[in-house]
């Protein structure tokens, strides 16, 4: 499940990719048109820029951007920054692995079994969505 930091900073990034050629936005029209509280928004946004993910401009003209074109920014690395690994438990994670205490043979462990199938297929389909590729996807709900 995706935390609200998450959810925020992928709303604030499609905000940005939308308006990928207008330039720089500003935090307070991110925060206004996402419903996203400003404070939690500044944090959020500072912590893509420390990671590569945006820019950002002081002074007139000024605010956040991407740093890459909304095609080469995926949302798996986005989820990343934001939340870190992407498994569902830790004994399935590539980059938190932790062994489960109970657990007597991970080679046989049904649930870990079934869990890495969901952190693979999550994983795939996560890195290999781009966020301009999420604005025209097109699916039934």
Same mark, same amino acid.
């Given at each position: 499940?995706?935390?609200?930091?998450?959810?925020?900073?992928?709303?604030?990034? =499609?905000?940005?990719?939308?308006? =990928?050629?207008?330039? !720089?936005?500003? #935090?307070?029209?991110?925060?206004?048109?996402?419903?996203? !509280?400003?404070?939690?928004?500044?944090? #959020?946004?500072?912590?893509?820029?420390?990671?590569?993910?945006?820019?950002?401009?002081?002074?007139?003209?000024?605010?956040?951007?991407?740093?890459? %074109?909304?095609?080469?920014?995926?949302?798996?690395? #986005? #989820?990343?920054?934001?939340?870190? !690994?992407?498994? !569902?438990?830790?004994?399935?994670?590539?980059?938190?692995?932790?062994?489960?205490?109970?657990?007597?043979?991970?080679? %046989?462990?049904?649930?870990?079994?079934?869990?890495?199938?969901?952190?693979?297929?999550?994983?795939?389909?996560?890195?290999?969505?781009?966020?301009?590729?999420?604005?025209?996807?097109?699916?039934?709900?």
């Amino acid at each position: 499940m995706l935390s609200k930091k998450a959810k925020y900073g992928l709303k604030a990034m =499609f905000h940005l990719a939308r308006r =990928f050629d207008e330039g !720089p936005q500003l #935090i307070v029209t991110i925060a206004a048109e996402e419903n996203i !509280p400003r404070k939690f928004l500044e944090q #959020i946004l500072l912590e893509l820029k420390k990671h590569g993910m945006l820019n950002s401009k002081m002074g007139k003209g000024g605010g956040y951007h991407l740093n890459r %074109t909304p095609n080469k920014i995926y949302m798996g690395e #986005i #989820i990343r920054v934001l939340d870190g !690994p992407i498994a !569902p438990y830790p004994c399935v994670s590539q980059t938190a692995y932790a062994r489960c205490k109970e657990c007597k043979n991970e080679k %046989t462990c049904e649930i870990r079994k079934v869990l890495y199938q969901v952190r693979e297929a999550t994983s795939t389909i996560l890195d290999k969505t781009s966020l301009q590729k999420a604005m025209t996807l097109q699916v039934k709900l």
